[in-house]
């Protein structure tokens, strides 16, 4: 399928804002999860997103770590 085989937009597409799921924090709930499409997904902030991996927390650490050595030079 190419682009121009898309129906035009009528109107402009919905934005859905979500927020973490945790009590009071008011961080952008990025990544969400449900167990199927019968269940409304939750959302969550990064930290505290109930399913990441060991890996890619050790990966945020780093790139984080590594940004802070930038901004410090």
């Known amino acids: 399928m190419s682009d121009t085989d898309k129906p ?3 109107k402009a ?3 859905y ?5 945790e ?3 008011m961080e952008w709930g990025g990544f969400g999860f449900s167990p199927s ?3 409304p997904s939750r959302w969550w902030c ?3 997103f109930p399913h ?3 890996e890619q927390e050790k990966a945020l650490m780093e790139k984080l770590n590594a940004t802070d ?3 410090k030079q």
């Open 8 to 10: 035009t937009l009528n």
């Open 13 to 15: 597409p919905q934005m």
């Open 17 to 21: 804002v979500h927020y973490c799921e």
């Open 23 to 25: 009590d009071e924090c």
């Open 37 to 39: 499409k019968a269940v």
């Open 46 to 48: 990064w930290e505290h």
């Open 52 to 54: 990441k991996t060991n």
């Open 69 to 71: 050595k930038v901004l």
